[in-house]
């Protein structure tokens, strides 16, 4: 109990100094209002917001300026895509395409104001849920991880590359699994972490570094989502009259408990590595729907159907950061591009991360969420104008930022080609309905499992046994094995005949 409540005061500290700083306010408001506005156009996301901004900062400016300009985007870009989704019935992001489900009927009833403040208050509400959780259970798996060696760090590291593959694949969970092994592949070219030897460089010098983590990132994420979107370029909607946008404090009172809900239902759906806060909003929205009185109603318009979904999404933030800091595997697509900018200063997320940093990271999100619900409530109608910038104008300077980001960070004209070059095979996979974050998460996390897997195996004497007769390695790969064999056909029919036969 002590422990808690010495971490508590630091949190306070921590919130009180960043508040008290007059930096904080442009960094925050800036990075909030552009985070909306990529959540708010379709076709542009959180995770090109991170990216983006992660090649803008890189280890250029001190970390704790690029942790509020990055988490701001972050807070910022999951929340904005609720308005196309309740205006115009067009998710701006993948994680508010649950929110559709209500928030247009709504807004087709003349209730658009109402939807948007319920909207704006839930993610508030939601964002600090997931912020709760993070500051009190990351701590319980820090002490935890305090045990855990190189082969527990192998087997992580793979099972993080799996169960992104298995829960972000739209039909055949193999290409989740092709996209992360082709990104493990992709991590292990340059110099060997051991024994310093050059691998898979092919007389190339620039590929002795590996593959930099930002070109790979924007390239991955943010060319083939803007070559989408120049593909189906248009004006993308038209001017909406939403009316009264604050909400009651007594209806937000009234729909307390749903927002609680959902936003710990979000936050432990966020914390599962590689979800991400679409499964979290669908997660949340589907229990709504059984356990609220008019869940029959939902879909039709349902302020409980809407509050289910937009809590969950943004309490997910706090939930995907919570592996993120513990175990350095990130727990959804942005928190992957908000993975690279930590290691691209330094910085390793793990059992020996920097507790301070944490407290850091909180402080963070809380100012954020609270940016982000002022600037919602007072501003929506210049981001529902926001959604009028026709496509064709707006994705050609996504494109020269991203450009400059990535090429910002080495400063080299092959980090251009490796962007491109990334950027056409993650298009060409996107088409074939390969999943592009497990192949990012593969990059990320490859040389982790590189250098720990072969640590393991030197200091036992190539001794295979070291990964099970650890008892902390023999749960992890039982859980790697468990995944691989329950995503096989013969185990999944036999699964089915023993749940229909109970």
């Known amino acids: 109990m002590e422990f808690f409540i010495h971490q508590i005061s630091d949190f306070g500290t921590a919130l009180t100094n960043l508040a008290l700083d007059p930096i904080t306010y442009p960094y925050l408001i800036c990075s909030v209002f552009l985070g909306i506005v990529f959540g708010a156009l379709p076709g542009l996301t959180a995770t090109l917001a ?25 807070v910022g870009a999951i929340y904005g895509g609720s308005y196309p989704s309740i205006l115009l019935n067009i998710p701006g992001t993948a994680a508010s395409a649950a929110t559709a489900m209500d928030g247009h009927p709504l807004a087709k009833k003349g209730r658009g104001g109402e939807a948007l403040g319920m909207t704006t208050t839930a993610s508030f509400i939601g964002t600090l849920i997931g912020t709760l959780f993070l500051l009190v259970f990351v701590w319980l798996l820090l ?104 909400p009651k404090v007594g209806t937000v ?12 239902i979000g936050t432990g759906v966020g914390a599962l590595p590689g979800v991400g806060e679409d499964v979290a ?56 591009a908000l993975l690279g900018a930590l290691k691209i200063n330094n910085v390793i997320p793990g059992p020996t991360i920097d507790p301070a940093l944490i407290v850091h990271v909180v402080a963070i999100l809380v100012m954020a969420s609270f940016t982000m619900a002022i600037m919602g409530l007072l501003t929506a109608r210049v981001f529902i104008n926001v959604l009028r910038i026709p496509q064709t104008i707006f994705l050609p300077v996504v494109m020269v930022l991203t450009t400059i980001g990535s090429f910002s960070v080495g400063g080299g004209i092959n980090d251009l080609y490796l962007m491109l070059a990334v950027g056409f095979v993650a298009y060409a996979m996107n088409k074939m309905d390969y999943p592009i974050a497990p192949l990012v998460i593969g990059v ?25 007769t650890r008892p902390g390695a023999a749960i992890l790969l039982s859980l790697n094995i468990a995944l691989v064999l329950s995503q096989v056909p013969m185990v999944k029919r036999l699964f089915r005949k023993l749940s229909f036969s109970s």
């Open 50 to 74: 991170v990216t983006i901004l992660t090649g803008f900062f890189g280890n250029k400016f001190p970390l704790e300026q690029s942790l509020i300009a990055l988490i701001g985007a972050y």
């Open 143 to 246: 002490m935890i991880s305090k045990n855990i060696a190189s082969p527990e760090k192998a087997l992580l590291a793979l099972f993080g590359i799996l169960l992104s593959g298995t829960l972000m694949s739209k039909d055949l969970v193999l290409k989740g699994w092709i996209s992360g092994l082709i990104g493990l592949a992709m991590a292990m070219v340059g110099l060997d972490p051991i024994l310093s030897e050059t691998r898979y460089v092919f007389g190339w010098s620039y590929l002795m570094s590996g593959f930099q983590v930002v070109p790979v990132l924007m390239g991955a994420f943010a060319v083939p989502q803007i070559m989408d979107g120049m593909r189906a370029a248009g004006s993308i909607g038209q001017k909406v009259d939403v009316g009264k946008i604050v």
């Open 444 to 468: 990320i996390l490859g040389p982790l499992f590189d250098e720990t897997f072969r640590r393991s195996l030197l200091i036992s004497d190539g001794e295979l046994s070291t990964f099970w």
């Open 253 to 264: 009172l009234k729909r307390f408990p749903t927002i609680a809900r959902s936003g710990v």
């Open 281 to 336: 909003g669908w997660v949340s929205y589907g229990v709504g729907k059984a356990v609220c009185k008019d869940g029959k109603d939902f879909g039709t318009g349902s302020i409980n159907g809407l509050l289910s979904a937009e809590a969950a999404n943004n309490a997910a933030i706090g939930g995907a950061l919570i592996p993120l800091l513990v175990l350095g595997i990130p727990g959804s697509p942005p928190a992957a």
